[in-house]
């Protein structure tokens, strides 16, 4: 859910999809209708509301009163100095409802609480190895509860928890030096059933990397581009695909699962190395600790500071190759507007992975295909735990069922 942004002139107003109902059992619909409206052009008087929503002037007077009552929208001060009656702008209440995102990697957690107007008001985060599910799964229940006691007497405007975390976190154990039964272990367990047990409030899950590209939808480059791939790039490096403004999910729920593309065409019975292999941070971890040097290094702004800087720039080169072919295979396919790339890393890695992927690009045959244009995200590490926070809201307050809803043209 997207930040209120300023209203819209006479000449560009946002238009919507849906549009509103002045039909008789439609309360509930319309009333996130106008929700949605103020959301997606800011602080809006009555007459602009009926007019972006297509619903009479008294359907939304009967509506904008029942919202101030409810605390999910506010009165702000008259407008004065135009012609005709002063006008009372309408914003959002950014304590109206709350949500909570849980993000569980591979070597940390985080916790975001979000306002209704999709602002983080509370963080928390937790750091390790690898997850233990018998020591985290205690510390994400405190946590939960500590981050809803905050609340106080709001407590009960928390809509929802949203968890993200890898559809198998137990996955690529090898590669890990995780043990089978370590690794089952996290396979076994149903992590939004779990997570439910905790708290009265409604849990939903989704794959880590398709809550990133939820975030990166609705609160950073989706505000722009209709139809993207969007890649992560993480201890593993995943994605999500954007279609038509809304996330696409695919027959599994794992659209945009770049880290098993191959890398290279199969040789006898050996498997070509994926992407996971070239493009994630395990790597640029790999390389650190061989040198004897901390490879937590890989996420924060050591990774381009004396000593770390050369086999960060090793990294880079070979991150960079691996993402162009994705880039293009992925291009080939879905003939999308952009490849949009982001990461847990510091933002000028992320620059300098951009610049060389955009190089290692001009090395590809694009016969045939319309070059992709390669941009970074806006959201960054947060990106996972935001996604899963954004998504109890839409759930509870946005009209249409699919995410999300778009400014039309």
Not at 14 to 19: F, G, H, K, Q
Not at 130 to 133: H, V
Not at 269 to 272: F, R, S
């Given at each position: 859910m997207t930040?209120?942004?300023a209203?819209?002139t006479a000449?560009a107003p ?6 509103g ?9 319309n ?11 800011g602080s ?14 008294q ?19 008259r407008?004065r100095?135009r012609?005709?009656q ?10 109206g409802?709350?949500a909570?995102?849980?993000k ?8 975001l609480m979000v306002?209704?107007?999709g ?6 985060s937790?750091?390790y190895a690898?997850?233990?599910?018998h ?5 994400i ?19 929802g928890?949203g968890?993200a975390?890898p559809f ?10 995780l043990?089978e ?8 367990i149903?992590l939004?059933?779990q997570?439910?047990a905790m708290?009265?409030?409604p849990v939903?899950f ?7 590209c ?8 989706g ?8 890649v992560?790039?993480d ?6 695909l954007?279609?038509?403004s809304?996330?696409?999910g695919g027959l599994?729920g794992?659209a ?7 890398c290279?065409?199969?040789?006898g019975?050996?498997?070509?190395p ?11 971890e ?16 050591r990774?381009?500071a004396?000593p770390?800087?050369?086999?960060t720039?090793a990294?880079?080169k ?5 993402l162009a072919?994705?880039?293009?295979s992925?291009?080939a396919?879905l ?7 982001d990461?847990s ?7 300098l992975?951009i ?6 690009l ?5 016969e045939?295909?319309?070059p ?5 995200g806006?959201?960054?590490p ?5 996604g899963?926070a954004l998504?109890p809201?839409?759930?509870n307050f ?5 995410l999300?809803?778009?400014?039309g043209?």
């Open positions: 930040p209120p942004r209203a819209p000449e946002a238009l919507l999809r849906p549009r109902s002045n039909h008789v059992g439609m309360r509930q619909f009333e996130r209708v106008v929700l949605q409206a103020i959301r997606l052009n809006l008087p009555k007459a602009d509301l009926a007019r972006l929503t297509g619903l009479t002037a359907t939304i007077g009967l509506i904008t009163t029942r919202l101030v009552e409810d605390g999910l929208i506010l009165k702000q001060d407008v100095g012609i005709g002063p006008s009372v702008p309408l914003s959002l209440n950014p304590d409802a709350f909570i995102g849980i569980i990697g591979r070597r940390s957690a985080d916790w306002d209704f107007c602002q983080v008001r509370q963080r928390q937790l750091d690898f997850p233990d599910a020591s985290l799964l205690p510390d229940k405190e946590r939960l509860q500590a981050m809803g006691d905050q609340l106080g007497a709001l407590k009960d405007r928390l809509v928890v968890v975390a198998q976190l137990g996955g690529w154990h090898k590669m890990l030096g043990s039964a370590q690794s089952e272990t996290w396979n076994q149903d939004r059933a997570v439910q708290t009265n409030t939903s989704a794959k880590d990397t398709s809550a990133a939820v975030a990166e939808l609705v609160a950073g480059r505000r722009d581009l209709k139809n993207f791939l969007y992560f790039v201890t593993f490096v995943g994605g999500g954007v279609i038509n809304h996330l696409h599994h794992n945009g699962a770049v880290a098993s593309l191959p290279g065409m199969a040789q019975d050996t498997p070509p994926q992407l996971i292999h070239h493009a994630s941070l395990w790597e640029l790999q390389r650190l600790t061989a040198k004897g040097l901390d490879p937590h290094a890989a996420y924060d702004d990774a381009l004396t770390f800087e050369a086999e720039q990294w880079l070979q991150a960079a190759n691996a072919h994705a880039v293009v992925g291009t396919f003939d999308i507007d952009a490849v949009v790339i990461g890393f510091c933002r000028p890695l992320l620059t992975l610049a060389q992927t955009q190089q290692a001009k090395r590809y045959n694009w045939g295909l319309w992709a244009n390669v941009i970074a806006n959201v960054g947060d990106a996972r735990a935001l899963g998504m809201l839409h759930a946005a009209p249409d069922q699919d999300f809803l778009k400014v043209a």
